[in-house]
């Protein structure tokens, strides 16, 4: 079975530095998808960045970056440069097979200092 | 560009009663799914569906049924109500043009059963 484990409930960053994320996740196939999603306190479900795993470079998007290990199943979040408005649940999802269901984590609650 | 349509936002059931939570897309989609997502806790795959007239059960699907007749529509029925199902609930959507794209996600049904 898939499993997805967001270890840090929890986390706050001063703005305009940098935090990440951890995601760890356990799987026995070789092709798959791994994203990030944010979820700000309106509940809405908003895609950060994806990984396809039979890539070795990490994605980036703007300020928000991975750190893909395959070989240790891991896949974490760097914000780079935070800013209030990145304060939110942060999920890891992991995706497999034909019908794109997803696995998610248990998610990070990320704060933002002024 | 409506995306993906939940109705309603908010609901209080009483134990036992029945209801349908409404999700439509307007992307043409062929999968869509519906999550729950517990306090504090990630998002779990209740059904999903690859297509008119085809739906399968997720990880806890007990206490629920959907039906697809239509590529935009996918109801989620509670047929006899329990505290246990007290939960937001998503829709979301993808494509099947390319291997695991990213979900598109509704804003959520928040259901309380008392």
């Known amino acids: 079975a898939q499993t997805v484990t967001q270890s840090q409930p929890e986390m706050s960053v001063q703005e305009a530095e940098t935090v990440t994320l951890s995601c760890t996740y356990d799987t026995s196939e070789s092709d798959y998808y791994l994203f990030w999603y944010k979820q700000p306190p309106s509940r809405q479900m908003i895609l950060v960045i994806r990984?396809?795993?039979?890539?070795?470079q990490n994605a980036t998007e703007n300020r928000f970056s991975v750190n893909f290990q395959k070989a240790a199943k891991s896949f974490s979040l760097k914000i780079s440069d935070s800013q209030l408005g990145d304060a939110a649940m942060y999920f890891c999802a992991y995706s497999w097979g034909n019908f794109n269901k997803f696995y998610f984590g248990s998610g990070t609650k990320l704060n933002v200092k002024p | 560009n409506a995306g993906v349509t939940q109705t309603p936002k908010f609901r209080i059931l009483k134990i036992g009663q029945s209801m349908t939570l409404q999700c439509a897309q307007d992307m043409n989609h062929n999968y869509m799914y519906w999550y729950r997502q517990d306090p504090g806790m990630g998002l779990k795959l209740i059904y999903y569906?690859?297509?008119?007239?085809?739906?399968d059960k997720g990880e806890v699907p007990n206490g629920y049924n959907v039906s697809r007749s239509t590529t935009e529509d996918f109801p989620l029925r509670l047929e006899l109500a329990a505290p246990s199902q007290t939960s937001v609930y998503f829709c979301a959507s993808s494509s099947r043009q390319d291997f695991n794209q990213p979900q598109h996600f509704g804003d959520g049904t928040r259901l309380s059963i008392l």
């Open positions: 569906s690859v297509g008119a007239g085809i739906t």
């Open positions: 990984q396809e795993a039979y890539k070795q």
